[in-house]
């Protein structure tokens, strides 16, 4: 019924202090974690003698990783975008995916369900087109209940506001009743896709149902042109004609950032607190009116920064972003705008990229204990502890590296970890205790 993992060294992420030579008690039945901590505790020399003992030589364990914002229904078609013309790759990557039949979506899904797992990817936040496609193929994998479904939301006809948003309502009801093992959300595509009233219309309906809205904002230049300017580049309009949808009519909102626009419709309801349940995905073209406006509602955001220079839109300003203290995770975004779904490479280049502003533990963080609070899933996901989710990667490193790392300060063996851990060290990842790899 119970079963000991022993590990030469843990990292917890929950802000304590690596455990060398540790344990994890785990409850085989549920999967979850009963004890963690060090074999020289009295509770290990107590509690050992009749559990199932798994003795990892020469490893490393860590949390496992969330991945907080994810399209799983994409490939690699490695096309990027040229500077100020990513409205022609959007049409390219809607144009493409109509044509997939329901069997391809399925393996593609299936695949790149494969691909997270492989590195070491515990839990995803997942958001779809394709739910009720999308929603079967997370139930037959170890994601089953470890993962949020965001159904994307789009449409910009204030006079069928009302429609769309009834219609995509009952189908997350729908999916709720037949997948009763999956949570569901709605996902506001973008404010560019998806019009005012609707949107108020979400915000109102994750305020009643606690739940998180994920939405693209200050990602594309044509995204504040319409905002700031009211100017509609013609590359969108027709693009939302080969949508068969209409143009986005962004009214008296001259000059305003993105998070001002989104403030004034909470305060049309008069419930600024309805912001809180956003979740800011990109979040790259802002002003310090944004940051400031962020900050105050403590929202949470997520950068996805390898798609973000794939669309040559840039990266965030990591350093604002430190200076205002805003919460925020990493995500990998889809394969069509990304090379992989390899966390560990992609912290290592955001280490680089943002001048060493972001401590390896900090960059760590990011994929385990910050993504879990912004899901509002900290007692179940995001560290190793007691009556927590063993949702854990097992590393096995050369004799002569543990060696070398029991040496280094706490700051420095984040670092070590960073830049010599790699998806080839993975022997085994475990997803409530179940090896996966």
Known sequence: MYQLHLFNLIIPFNY?????????????????????????????????FGCEIKQNK?????????????HLAYKNNYVTAKPNEQIEWLKNLVKTSRNWSEAEKQEIIKNNIQNCLKNGITFIFENTPFGKIT????????????????????????????????KSVNYLNQLEAQFTDLKFTLSPHAIYSVGSSLLKKLMQWANINNKILALHLAEFNFELELLQKNYLNPNLKEFFEFLEVSSPEMKNNSSQGTMQYLLNLATELKNTDLLKNFLLIHFILTSASDLEIAQKFDLGIVSCPQSNLFLQNGLPDYKNWLKYNLPFGFGTDSLASNFDFDFLSQLKNIYWLSNCQLSAQDLFEKVTSIPAKQLKLENEIGSLEENKKANFIHFELKPENLNKIKSLSEQDLYTWLLMNLNNNLIKQVFVENKPII
């Open 58 to 70: 020469n490893s490393i364990c860590l949390a496992g990783f969330i991945n907080n914002h994810i």
């Open 16 to 48: 304590q202090k690596p455990i060398y030579d540790g344990f994890i008690l785990i409850n085989k039945k549920n999967g979850r974690i009963i004890k963690i901590g060090s074999q020289n505790d009295v509770f290990f020399v107590n509690t050992s």
């Open 135 to 166: 929603a079967t193929e997370i139930e037959q994998s170890p994601y089953k209940n470890n993962s949020l479904i965001g159904l994307e939301v789009f449409g910009n006809s204030e006079e069928q506001a009302e429609l769309i948003f009834e």
